[in-house]
């Protein structure tokens, strides 16, 4: 038991303060697995390092080398709004023109930074801002928003009339999921920035944080930090996001005029008509300012070579976590310290049987997963013809219970749909070792949400991963090692290494 809780204890240790992405204490947390790594056997699968010897070295008989490492470094780009941000609206009628200012933190928030810009462009109303094909509701159809910016409802069209037909035929995702694909959407047809009309639960939260600062975890004058204000990237992808900027309803009904109906437009949406409208006479002008810096990341890699060395099973799991905030270190026992030990302890078992596997095992530790999967993100995109990958299993947290009613022992295993031997698989392997393990199965046709599979699936490579759930302790500073139930994360391991050794060492398991 103790190989499984050492990797916890340590990487969730306050001494590398929640481990952040791009910190000093995250790069010790990348040294630690490789140093781990190194000490169980496995090759590195890194990128090469050269080492070219000066001329007093080649005296001493020292030769050119090129070996490989542990690590994939990479770079991000960490974008964060600036306290100057910008937002006015030009009304022109006649040869009259009217320009109105608005109040940054009072009238508007900059939710997104793309970076720093400028722009000038006509306004247009699209309501919901969403194209959703199986319902056939549709803002963008016959509207051409192209080169301007567009002002959007927040939420989904049913969501104030739940009787509704988009209530009951709209199928698109909740949540950031859904601003995801809003963004998206509005940048596919040619949109230059995206309003969004604030909610009163929203407004009410800026109203009561305007001067004085209070939650769970923090009160004081100064406006806390946040996870989510700040936007990292890979500086090699062309991004889907555009900059999107929160208003209140107060500008929305300057935009829109006295003669707009809201609460008409809204039932029309959620009857599938549509409401989307040109706002003639009216242009909005919008700076965005931004602070930049370049982040260092390092994915771990190292491998087991098969039989076929150029047929891959990829193991992963994320190493980083949330770094400190406030006063307070967020540890991330379970997110992801739990992962990572489960990486390890596969590798040392895999090794210590001494049998060859007929495929290559690459085992990873991913960076930059909580600032938005980007450590899994460069490596698939750069795996260019290294070899076909298999199979794909990820872990990320997988150490505590779903809530408190939760039984000790549950799991769900993520799978994709055509990969069945994995469940085929896990079921007999709990059935023959007397596993202690309720498995809840849960199929679809492309699992891309919530982890490092979603590039892995976007990519079309089978896979499964183990989850124990969401629980009160996520992405808070009380995700500690002492809350692991490290008895049913020893299960979850034993499992996935039987499941690992099979699919490996035996081609006929993939049957």
Not at 349 to 355: E, P, Q, T
């Amino acid at each position: 038991m103790n190989s499984v809780k050492s990797p916890v204890q340590f990487l969730a240790s306050d001494q590398l303060e929640g481990r952040m992405a791009g910190s000093k204490q995250g790069q010790t947390a990348g040294e630690y697995v490789a140093s781990l790594f190194r000490f169980i056997g496995l090759e590195p699968m890194g990128d090469s390092i050269s080492f070219t010897p000066n001329r007093y070295q080649k005296l001493l008989g020292a030769k050119p080398e090129k070996n490989r490492s542990f690590f994939q470094p990479f770079q991000a780009i960490e974008v964060a709004p600036d306290s100057r941000q910008e937002l006015a609206l030009i009304t022109t009628s006649g040869n009259a023109t009217d320009k109105k200012v608005y109040a940054n933190s009072a009238d508007f928030r900059i939710t997104i930074p793309n970076g720093s810009c400028q722009i000038s462009a006509p306004v247009m109303f699209v309501g919901y801002g969403l194209t959703d094909k199986k319902s056939g509701y549709d803002d963008f159809n016959k509207t051409d928003v192209k080169g301007k910016i567009v002002v959007r409802w927040f939420g989904l069209p049913g969501d104030k009339f739940p009787n509704s037909s988009a209530a009951m035929e709209v199928t698109a995702p909740k949540g950031r999921a859904l601003e995801r694909l809003k963004n998206k959407q509005a940048k596919e047809h040619g949109a230059l920035a995206v309003l969004e009309v604030a909610t009163s639960d929203q407004i009410r939260q800026w109203n009561a944080n305007q001067y004085y600062y209070h939650d769970a975890m923090y009160e004081g004058v100064k406006k806390p930090e946040s996870f989510y204000d700040k936007r990292v990237y890979l500086p090699d992808v062309t991004d889907a996001t555009i900059p999107v900027i929160r208003i209140s309803p107060s500008v929305f009904k300057d935009m829109m005029g006295k003669d707009f109906q809201e609460n008409h437009a809204r039932k029309n949406a959620s009857e599938l008509k549509a409401i989307s409208q040109t706002i003639s006479g009216k242009k909005i002008e919008l700076s965005v300012r931004t602070k930049n810096r370049r982040l260092q990341l390092r994915n771990v890699l190292g491998r087991i070579e098969g039989k076929e060395k150029n047929k891959f099973i990829i193991i992963g799991a994320h190493y980083d976590h949330l770094g400190t905030h406030n006063g307070y270190i967020w540890n991330g026992a379970d997110d992801n310290a739990s992962g990572v030990s489960a990486v390890l302890n596969i590798a040392k078992a895999m090794l210590a049987s001494g049998i060859q596997p007929e495929y290559t095992v690459l085992f990873a530790c991913w960076d930059g997963e909580e600032r938005g999967l980007l450590g899994s993100h460069y490596f698939v995109n750069h795996w260019a013809k290294k070899g076909e990958i298999m199979a794909y299993l990820n872990f990320d947290m997988i150490g505590r219970n779903a809530g408190p009613d939760a039984p000790d022992n549950q799991v769900t295993m993520i799978y994709s749909k055509a990969f069945l031997p994995a469940v085929t698989l896990s079921k007999q392997h709990i059935s023959d070792y007397s596993l202690n393990l309720d498995v809840s199965y849960s199929g679809s046709e492309k699992p891309d949400s919530g982890s490092d599979n979603v590039w892995f699936v976007r990519n079309n490579v089978p896979l499964f991963w183990f989850h124990t759930g969401g629980h009160p302790d996520y992405h808070q500073p009380t995700d500690q090692p002492e809350m692991i139930n490290y008895t049913k994360m020893a299960s979850i391991i034993r499992l996935s290494y039987l499941d690992i050794f099979e699919l490996s060492t035996n081609p006929d398991s993939w049957k």
